[in-house]
Every structure is written in C-alpha cells, then in structure tokens.
C-alpha cells in the first residue's frame, strides 16, 4: 500500500524495516513472485508498482474506472429468481456430468457433456479417441480426476484459453471475463449488456461447465456459481463438486472412503456414482450396498487400467489421498504388499514392447553396414542393432533402401 500510493519509488530500507527480521523469508517470496509477474520493478534500491498496474488498483480500491468494470447488477427483478441452493445443484450436476463422461460412467441423473466440453477434453489430451471405445480417459485425465475442484475448473479454462485461437476469441478479452467472474456475488444476477460480444459467446461455453447458470440462451441476465467465485479465491474446494457444491462448506477436505486390506480386498464406504465409475477402472467391483461398495484389486484390473494409459503411481496416489481415517493411523497408509504388487503388475507389462519395423542383414560388406547403421541413426529411424552379426532394425525402410541403392550404383 506505500508503493500504491506513493508517486516516487519506496527505497529498499524502508520496506524491509517493515518486516520483521524472522519474517525476511517470507518478504523475499512474495517479492519474487512479485517480480516474475512484473507487478514490481527495482531499480536502483528502490521498488516502484508497474504503471499501468498500480493506475488500475489504485481504480479498483476507489470505486473509480467505467460503471460495470465488476460486473453490471440487474436493475429490474427477476420473476424466475434462483437462489444459492439452486445454483449449487446446478453446478455440481453440470460439473459431474463431465467427470462421469470423463470415466465412462454416463448415466440418467448425469446428461452427456456437449460437443464443446468433448473437444476441449480431446484438445487438452484428458481424453482420446479409441476406435474399439470410443472417447477414454487418459493418463493425464486420471491426473485430472485426482486434482480439487478448483484446480480441474481451472485445468478446463485453460485449456479454453489455449483454444481461443481455433475459436476467434481475443484471449485479453477472455481472462479478462474469468478474473470478472471471480469477482461477483453468488445468488446475484448480472446483466449482460456490459460484456464484450467474446464475452457473451463465452457465456454458452460458461454454461456447460456449471460455471455461469442462464434459465435460458436468449435471457440477459447470468448468475454466477460457487464455480465462477471461487475462481479467485484462496479457499480450496472440496475433492468431490457434490459435497462441496451442494453442502457449500469450503475449506475442508472429504473423509477419505476407502479401506484396502494386505488380500487385495477393497471397501469404499460411499454412494456416489462417480466414486464407483473412479474405483471401476483399477479394481473389479463384487458388491454394492446403499453405503458400501466391495471391490478387489486384481492383476487383470490393474493391466486393465495401465492399457488406458493409467500409471501405478498414480493409482496408488488415488487410494493414498481417498484412504478411510482408519487407514491413515498406519505408516504407510496402504498396505506395502499390495503396493509393491501393484508395481509389479505395471513392471510385467513394460517387460517386453512390440515395435513394428524392418530388419536389415547380410550387407556385403562391414564398411557398408557401419555406413548403413550411421545414416539410420542420423535420420532417426535406428530401433536396434547387432554389430556382431551385421543385423540392424529400423522403424521406416524407404530411405535406407534409397540409400543402400545409392551406395551401390557409387560403387560400380
């Protein structure tokens, strides 16, 4: 605040005889992740706020700049009023449905995600398209099925902004519409007639993702959801959207729900669907109760979920962050013996690989095969090579038989 409103440069002396001297750490941090955003410039032994920051702050803490810079409030009534509660159902309906498509595990309650959030997923390579699937989920989609809300809402935009390009958006324009969002009041609703036509198009997009709620594509007015406010905050969500959204008790973690024991057998203490379709893709479900599911860990599920591009690490993460209380008074958490097989099962598979290819023997001399083996390495191609018995194996065979037949009319 004595930079913001200081029109000369702050010495360093005088700030750091602010800071306490065991705090000196701490001061040195925040400076620095001061510095990479260029928010602070030093010069000479003296801070000084960038410009045009410091304009704008300075705007932003006196209720200066243009009406509308934080959103437009509606000045009439609306006769279709949704409250809080709604638009927390709404958010984590519209967010799961995109979980549940994520993992497979589309059902009546969770619609399928629109041909927008599709393409966003497939550009983003949280999924792939598989011609004996379909659309699965892949290694870098199950890391997003382990991350907070906050951090998958925040993985998705993006990702949206990486594809502004492809959608004709200005990406300013866009991130300046996200820190908008962040902004607003939940339960309050917005007019539209103060956001930029990128803006407005990105409201549509908004809506899939649970982030922004309209009654209907041609109202002007939005609401936005916990989704949109929390986008700024500093307070995490919960792991699962439904208790954090529908419940709206930010700042805690979920009890974990799973118990795994050294036979392999595994109960997961929940109803949700989503939980369920997660624990589907490592381990063979037995049997469900209103509260409890049974499960078992076996070699055929783990291959299963490796083939889909899932680690062992990363399974072993999932069950270690979603352990039951009771497990958690252990050290390790999870039982070793079923960890290390987990390991196991990955390590068979990774133990022998096909790669398709040519095999070249029988040169006509050791000059020509070292010539050979050279040119293959250089462009790129050399898979493998047996010096003692002149055999080379390459992934493309035009250019070496080019070169092979090059050599030889050379040679007459």
Known sequence: MAMLFNPDPVPVSSLEACVR???NRLKEEAFAKLRQLYIVIERQGSFALDATFKVELRKALTGGGSPGSFGLPCDTEDKNRVDVSFLDRYAAEQWESILHFMVGNETQSSRRPSEGVVRLLLHGKLMEQNRASGTVITQLGFSFLLQEVNSQVWTLLLLYLDMAEQ???????????LFLLGSLELGQDY???SLTPTQKGMLEDLRDYGIVYQRKSSSRRFYPTRLATGLTSE???LRSPAATLANA???NDENGFLIIETNYRMYAYTNSPLQIAVLNLFARLISRF???VTARITRESIRQAISKGITAEQIIDY?????HPQLRKNTPVLPPTVVDQIRLWQIEGERMKATSGYLFKEFASNMEFNAVCKYADDIGVLVWVDKNKGMLFVSKHEQIADYIRKRAQSNR
Do not use: C, Y
């Open 319 to 323: 069950m270690t962050a979603n352990a």
């Open 191 to 193: 007019d539209m007639k």
């Open 235 to 237: 307070i995490r969500s």
């Open 167 to 177: 959608l004709r958006m200005d990406p300013v324009d866009i991130l300046h519409f």
């Open 290 to 292: 209103p509260n409890l």
């Open 249 to 251: 008790i930010p700042g």
């Open 21 to 23: 001297p065991d705090q």
